[in-house]
């Protein structure tokens, strides 16, 4: 905790005051242009991987990057999308995932949770994941299982946004964009899903966004890498 108390001493001398005129306009208000939706895990911090500013980003995050479909949970996710997406009138909305996530693993293997019962009642809102998983991957294991789980994961939370009616609402005027991420601890990566390829491809310069429609984005298809493709229906 000294640590942390250091800190605090650190940013109020030698980053508050001196960017002070800054600070003080966030006194007036927030007027961030992306909703981030990722996981608790301490090591992913998408202000830091963004590079951006203190109200650049209106966070929301909680153990396995969860969306729980509209009127299935009484937590706080559904007023923050609702608070986003109405009252600060956000554009984009990401939903992160990231390798090596606890709560993926989790559900891969319930009994590794026994001892935590809150945790378990909270991963059923993942059961349409664990369902796409059970039924469509039996070919893989291990590594490679993990991983398909994450990225099937962050679709999954794309698909129940979409039952919230603020954002059903925004989308349907096209002034709102999805987009679905995996950020990467290995490399410091991050992967966005691609309509046309059905497959997370590295994130370059250009943001790739989805929806109820493909939309077409700009720059090079990159390989498929078969292992990520998502069954088709």
């Not at 966004?209 to 990520?228: E, L, Y």
Request: proline share 5%.
């Amino acid at each position: 905790m000294e640590h942390f108390l250091g800190g605090v001493h650190q940013f109020r001398t030698q980053v508050f005051d001196q960017e002070k005129d800054f600070f003080q306009e966030l006194v007036h208000g927030q007027n961030p242009s992306a909703l981030v939706v990722s996981c608790s895990d301490s090591r992913v911090d998408l202000n830091l991987i963004l590079q951006a500013a203190p109200g650049d980003l209106f966070s929301l995050r909680n153990a396995g990057n969860l969306v729980p479909p509209f009127g299935a949970s009484n937590g706080g996710e559904t007023a923050s999308i609702e608070y986003a997406v109405v009252a600060l009138d956000v554009k984009d909305i990401v939903v992160c995932g990231h390798s090596q996530c606890g709560a993926m693993k989790a559900l891969l293997d319930p009994a590794s949770a026994a001892k935590l019962p809150t945790v378990q009642n909270w991963l059923q809102h993942a059961e349409t994941t664990r369902r796409i998983i059970s039924e469509n991957y039996q070919h893989l294991d291990g590594v490679a299982l993990l991983e398909a789980t994450i990225q099937e994961h962050v679709l999954v939370q794309i698909e129940n946004l979409q039952t919230h009616p603020s954002v059903a609402a925004k989308m349907q005027r096209g002034e709102l964009r999805l987009h679905a991420w995996v950020y990467q601890l290995e490399t410091g990566s991050l992967l966005a899903f691609s309509s046309e390829t059905e497959t997370f491809e590295p994130l370059g310069t250009e943001g790739k966004a989805i929806g109820d429609r493909p939309r077409r984005s700009p720059g090079t298809v990159r390989k498929k890498n078969p292992s990520t493709k998502r069954p088709r229906s």
